[in-house]
């Protein structure tokens, strides 16, 4: 089984909130995510919303497969039940 790096692109119609990306570019989500961490700590800027990139301003393709044990897991904050 090949497993995929997960990618990430900056929507362009996003593309003045993040000046320091490339809109469009498909690029290692893993790689943005640490240039958007950074960012925000040196900028004293938290991000908007409850993720580092939104689903709204970003768009994702790969990575690898999870079986069904876990994708039952929850592996965000965000993806917790509240009750």
């Known amino acids: 089984m090949e497993a995929s ?46 993720r580092l990139m939104s689903e709204e301003h970003f768009e994702f393709r790969g990575g690898a497969r999870r079986n069904e044990a876990e994708v039952a897991a929850r592996t965000r904050h965000a993806d917790r039940p509240t009750a």
């Open 5 to 50: 790096i997960r990618e990430a692109r900056l929507r362009p119609q996003y593309a003045s909130l993040y000046p320091a990306l490339e809109a469009g570019t498909w690029q290692p989500a893993s790689a943005i995510g640490r240039q958007l961490l950074l960012w925000h700590l040196t900028a004293s800027t938290p991000p908007e919303g409850e």
